[in-house]
């Protein structure tokens, strides 16, 4: 017998066994991309739930239990269900509020500016492995290589975080670092720009352009932020989402911009606008 021939039993198997992984590897793929779609839930301010097509569940900008414009059923941070993971994108209290006692609730990771965790952890407001750091230009991928992986830019504007001492009584204010947007790609390409607070800068056209956002969150109220006509000037000229969620207005007297504002100023084409109350749903 010739010595291939001996060889070819043991070809078959490794053929067999080379395609047994491959196609656990696609499977095991498969499951990480998930087969739903991106759900976005809008809770008042900047607050949001995110679930990814893997039912990945994140949540960003988390003032719910005092927040004006948050449902009254969300006002309990239980009813947000599981959470994985909590983004905070700058240390003023309308978007860290409630976001350590999410994150103790469900042992769920927050990441935030790293100048901003520095502080949260040197004070003993959560634990290192709960604050953990990173900053603007920075990705991870907290869930894998085939998860969810988000991208801190720039956002301008400015945080502090302001924390009130048990042994005094008073409140002190803290290094907040350098406040972000998070860009959030699903594991199924799609991506989100949820902008936090910010002003127009220059560099959203160059953002654009790299991570090419297909649904942005964008503020909207003015005072602190953009308001209604500048905002629709980074959507439509530098930006060029396919979709406009407005954010961060009338949950104070200043901020106030409206949707109905921001949609003139868009005009036709381009960006689509979402019209989303606190509490509603958008999937894509």
């Not at 240390?91 to 006692?101: K, L, S």
């Not at 947007?181 to 910010?198: A, P, Q, Y």
């Not at 991570?211 to 930006?239: C, E, Q, T």
Request: charged content about 20%; overall charge neutral.
């Amino acid at each position: 017998m010739r010595l291939f021939d001996c060889l070819a039993p043991t070809r078959a198997l490794t053929r067999r066994w080379l395609l047994g992984a491959a196609l656990l590897g696609a499977a095991g793929l498969a499951a990480a991309q998930g087969t739903g779609k991106t759900e976005v839930l809008w809770l008042g301010q900047a607050a949001a739930r995110i679930t990814s097509p893997g039912g990945k569940v994140i949540v960003i900008d988390p003032w719910l239990t005092s927040n004006p414009k948050t449902p009254a059923e969300f006002k309990k941070l239980e009813a947000l269900g599981k959470v994985d993971l909590i983004l905070v994108t700058h240390g003023h209290f309308d978007h860290f509020a409630d976001a350590p006692a999410l994150s103790q609730m469900h042992k769920a990771p927050m990441y935030g500016p790293a100048g901003m965790n520095q502080s949260i952890t040197a004070l003993g407001i959560l634990p290192v492995e709960l604050a953990p750091r990173f900053g603007k230009g920075g990705t991870i991928a907290p869930f894998g290589p085939n998860g969810v992986k988000i991208t801190a830019v720039h956002a301008e504007h400015s945080s502090e975080v302001v924390w009130k001492n048990p042994a005094t009584s008073k409140d002190e204010v803290h290094v907040g670092g350098e406040p972000v947007g998070f860009i959030l790609e699903m594991e199924n390409g799609f991506k989100v720009w949820h902008m936090g607070d910010t002003a127009v800068f220059g560099d959203m056209t160059l953002i654009g352009r790299m991570y090419k956002p297909d649904l942005v969150m964008i503020p909207i109220g003015g005072h602190f932020v953009m308001n209604p006509a500048d905002a629709a000037m980074a959507v439509r000229d530098m930006i060029k989402p396919r979709f406009a969620l407005p954010i961060h207005y009338g949950t104070t007297p200043v901020l106030r911009g409206t949707p109905a504002e921001f949609k003139e100023a868009l005009g036709q084409g381009g960006a689509q606008m979402l019209a989303v109350e606190p509490g509603q749903k958008v999937e894509f």
